[in-house]
């Protein structure tokens, strides 16, 4: 048995703060302060802020410190299926899901000591896989923020042994900023004094910002394009830095974009001595499993009301950068292995659905919109008019399940059909619920 929202503790926190996101670091604070300051108590930790990758920079390097021997706690978010997921705590075996028991614990210590105050569910949840991960031993513990970074309840964190920065685009415009500079100096926002910061490579605006905080903070940068750099070549990821060249297999993750992930996790590892053996980072990047990223779906109970022999894919990019990155893949396996490719497509209403879209013109065959399992979920027509918006055939429909029976009854086409399912990690981890899937 797993946590989802409808167990009573994630109720009963939820409803503590009026509002699902409310930046601040007051509040975890004073409930830290209360619980004996468990973030001053954690093992080494690697701290990842950035718009996409953060995950698939955590699962590389995970993979990475277990093929080394070494053990590490992990901190994630958002979760595709169970609450449980957001929180890996440290084994020989590369970390097990928290079981509800120590979880349920660890919560209701929290919500006591914080004693009624209005706190928001991310915080209170952050401070106790913050005493998880404070009592049980580790070598690491890598550590993603939930939205941002200079504000992120994971910023408590006051010396971390690195700051590592995924590819930052336009995402969260409300909270963060419009423009890209603003996102840029809330992710730069994790650089701590005299802390080695990793970054993928970046748009100028942004790399400037954090060039600029870097050297403010005299912290060692260590930014993609500049000081590192990594390339596919005859099949082989080849990285370089300062140090040399390290040969290494492309990551097991679908998509060019995690050559550039794969290139921060492999920085980072040589930044900060966390792995000096190439045959660790080699063994990572080949084992490496992230679920929900470029995800193939082969066996399940949604498989049957496909059309027979079809490819399903899940992706939970949501963001103009990450539609680019999903299209670029895909079109890398239209190029190998040629199928008409249709969308099933939902989004939450802080997204920018029409710069989705644009990626996948010219690509997509059509796209079937769905509601996210969420309040803020955009309504399948208007999403079904973004699309359109990018010259993109659509239309709304009830369900998953419907716009794959569609398929199967209204479209013929030879060969059978390539499909992606996204838009939305909420909706894919519906989908892998729906699917019987366990996401991890």
């Known amino acids: ?53 953060k995950g698939s920079v955590v699962a590389m ?5 277990t093929a080394d021997g070494k053990t590490a706690h992990v901190y994630t978010s958002p979760h595709l299926v169970a609450f449980n997921e957001r929180i890996r705590i440290a ?30 569910f991310f915080e209170i949840t952050t401070a106790a896989a913050f005493l998880l991960f404070a009592e049980n031993p580790a070598d690491y513990l890598l550590l993603e923020t939930g939205l941002g970074g200079r504000l992120d309840a994971t910023n408590v964190v006051e010396r971390p042994l690195a700051s590592v920065i995924t590819t930052i685009g336009i995402d969260h415009v409300g909270f963060l900023g419009p423009t890209l500079a603003d996102i840029a100096a ?5 650089i701590k004094q005299g802390v080695p910061v990793v970054s993928a490579p970046q748009k100028a605006e942004a790399s400037t910002v954090i060039e600029r905080q870097a050297a403010r903070m005299a912290a060692p940068l260590h930014l993609g394009g500049a000081d590192w750099s990594v390339l596919q070549e005859h099949g082989r990821l080849v990285f370089q830095d300062n140090d040399g060249l390290v040969d290494l297999p492309v990551p097991r993750l679908t998509g060019r974009h995690q050559f550039v992930n794969a290139g921060v996790a492999v920085a980072t590892a040589r930044a900060t001595h966390l792995i000096d053996d190439p045959a660790s980072l080699e063994a990572g990047l080949a084992r490496v499993d992230w679920p929900g990223r470029l995800q193939r779906l082969t066996r399940g109970r949604l498989i049957d009301f496909a059309p027979r022999e079809a490819e399903i894919w899940l992706d939970g990019g949501h963001n103009p950068d990450a539609g680019e990155a999903i299209a670029a893949a895909l079109a890398d396996l239209e190029d190998r292995v040629p199928r008409p490719l249709f969308l099933i497509v939902g989004m939450l209403n802080t997204k920018d659905p029409a710069g989705y ?39 709304p429909v009830t369900s998953v399940r419907t ?3 569609l398929l199967e009854q209204n479209w013929r086409f ?4 390539r499909i992606l399912i996204g838009g939305s990690l909420y909706l894919v981890g519906d989908v892998l619920a729906q699917n019987g899937t366990p996401p991890l």
């Open 414 to 417: 030879e060969p059978a059909p």
């Open 91 to 120: 084994d020989a075996s590369g970390g097990t899901l928290v079981d509800d028991a120590a979880l349920t614990d660890a919560l209701t210590r929290a919500e006591e000591a914080n004693g009624g105050e209005p706190i928001t």
């Open 186 to 190: 809330e992710k730069a926002g994790i």
């Open 1 to 53: 048995m797993t946590m989802d929202a409808t167990s009573p503790i994630l109720e009963r926190i939820a409803a503590l703060h009026p509002k699902r996101i409310d930046l601040s670091l007051g509040r975890l604070e004073r409930l830290l302060a209360a619980l004996g300051n468990p973030e001053r108590r954690l093992p080494p930790v690697i701290h990842v802020a950035g718009t996409n990758g």
């Open 357 to 395: 879209f644009r990626a996948f013109a010219g690509l997509v065959r059509h796209v079937f919109t769905v509601r996210v399992p969420s309040d803020a979920s955009i309504e399948p027509a208007a999403l079904a008019a973004a699309a359109e918006e990018a010259d993109i055939s659509a239309e």
């Open 61 to 65: 390097l995970r993979a990475m410190l």
């Open 403 to 405: 716009a794959l029976r």
